[in-house]
């Protein structure tokens, strides 16, 4: 597991991690809070999941070959640099009581377009600087970061929210995103570009223009997937746990405000229960993988979601 | 799964892999947000975590599903040079047309 961080690359690609999903974590429990405040809608919480995944069923198809085809470092940097744009004008605008729910869905929706290419990015780099072998250890300390940095960050706004307002989470967001791009500027120099076999590069390099060859890069990833059912599986798991989770934001403020009546607190600490829990799979999931294989253990993992979900309530 | 993907996906083709992965998902996200919102709303918020409940089962259910062993893409090049070799194909067969 300390190979992992002795290598100055990941060390900041996972640090620059842990502080941007604070920021975001922060970010959307206090969106999601705000609108159910002044909507008392679960369905307003709904309109605003829809935003986010809108612009991205738009890009997802496309955004594919420019991550294969581009530095990915130079990638997720220009990504930070947008949304941190962004962020800093929905600020102001909340210090300055200014800011309607259609301002929130709007940013959501293009923050969440970045995030759409930023996390296939970030997995994609992280393969990109891990050597084979110990992608596990990789993931785990990603995943733990990240989530129990989201999660985490969730539990805390929940205790902040009523000082700080909305314009000063969302302020936090914006300088986690200054602090992430400096991370990712460290961690290497010029541009590096992931090589093709020679085999593909000559198959591009025939397509005559540039459209060709993107429709062509596109074709080949499908090509890909035609020839791996087992890839296929996994990633349809992977779709699914997406989804699922995702939806979470859904019921669970409701959660809190109608089952348990704590206010944005309550919420905190549910998150905050998740973010715990997130946190704490890095010291056993390792050797959980390696006692199930990864199959089962995406298996059981799925079998416990499905269990507690439908019974927590 | 990340890791299952990084181990399976050979690094050039990961972003495109993930992506079709990505754009179901959040295909999925849009569907299931407009319903569980709605049962939640309408009918009770236990009905809502019960849809969510039953996509995880789903997801158990894709997990266990029964497949041949295949090797990773990345230890074994001759998974990739299948990839390689049904595009090199696929090619061909438009130039013969």
Redesign the interface.
């Known amino acids: 597991m300390r190979a992992i961080l002795q290598k100055r690359a990941l060390r900041f690609v996972l640090l620059a991690n842990v502080v941007s999903m604070l920021g975001s974590g922060m970010n959307a429990a206090a969106v999601a809070w705000h609108i159910l405040q002044a909507t008392h809608s679960e369905m307003a919480l709904g309109t605003l999941a829809v935003l986010q995944t809108l612009p991205a069923m738009l890009l997802l198809p496309f955004t594919g070959v420019i991550i294969d085809r581009e530095d990915r470092r130079r990638l997720v940097m220009m990504l930070d640099s947008a949304r941190a744009l962004v962020i800093l004008t929905i600020s102001i605008l909340a210090f300055r009581g200014k800011v309607q729910v259609w301002q929130l869905y709007l940013m959501n929706t293009l923050v969440a377009a970045g995030f759409w290419m930023f996390w296939p990015t970030i997995t994609a780099l992280i393969q990109e600087l891990t050597p084979e072998g110990q992608f596990m250890e990789a993931n785990t300390f990603l995943l733990a970061g990240i989530q129990g940095g989201w999660l985490m960050a969730g539990a805390i706004v929940g205790f902040v929210y009523n000082h700080i307002g909305l314009g000063g989470v969302l302020l936090i967001d914006f300088t986690t995103y200054v602090v992430s791009f400096l991370c990712y500027f460290g961690v290497r120099k010029g541009k590096h570009v992931v090589p093709r076999p020679a085999e593909l590069r000559a198959d591009i390099a025939a397509a005559e223009t540039a459209e060709k060859r993107f429709w062509h890069e596109l074709w080949e990833g499908i090509e890909f997937l035609r020839d791996h059912p087992n890839v296929v599986l996994l990633g349809l798991s992977w779709a699914l746990f997406l989804g699922a989770m995702l939806t979470g934001v859904v019921v669970t403020p409701s959660l809190s405000d109608r089952v348990f009546h704590a206010g944005a607190v309550g919420y905190g600490w549910l998150n905050a229960g998740w973010g715990v829990g997130a946190f704490l799979s890095a010291l056993y999931a390792p050797k959980l993988i390696t006692r199930l294989g990864p199959r089962l253990a995406i298996a059981v993992s799925m079998g416990f979601l499905a269990s507690f979900m439908t019974l927590s309530p | 799964?990340?890791?299952?993907?990084?181990?399976?996906?050979?690094?050039?083709?990961?972003?495109?892999?993930?992506?079709?992965?990505?754009?179901?998902?959040?295909?999925?996200?849009?569907?299931?947000?407009?319903t569980?919102?709605?049962v939640?709303?309408k009918l009770s918020?236990?009905g809502?975590?019960?849809i969510?409940?039953?996509?995880?089962?789903?997801?158990?259910i894709?997990?266990?599903?029964p497949?041949?062993?295949?090797a990773p893409?990345?230890?074994g090049n001759h998974?990739?040079s299948?990839?390689?070799g049904?595009?090199?194909m696929?090619?061909m067969s438009r130039i013969i047309a």
């Open positions: 799964m990340n890791t299952s993907l990084m181990e399976q996906v050979p690094k050039h083709f990961m972003g495109r892999v993930q992506n079709a992965f990505y754009f179901v998902g959040t295909f999925l996200q849009i569907a299931l947000s407009l569980v919102g709605s939640a709303q918020l236990a809502g975590f019960a969510i409940g039953s996509v995880y089962l789903v997801a158990f894709s997990a266990v599903w497949i041949g062993s295949e893409a990345i230890a998974c990739m299948s990839a390689v049904s595009v090199q696929r090619s």
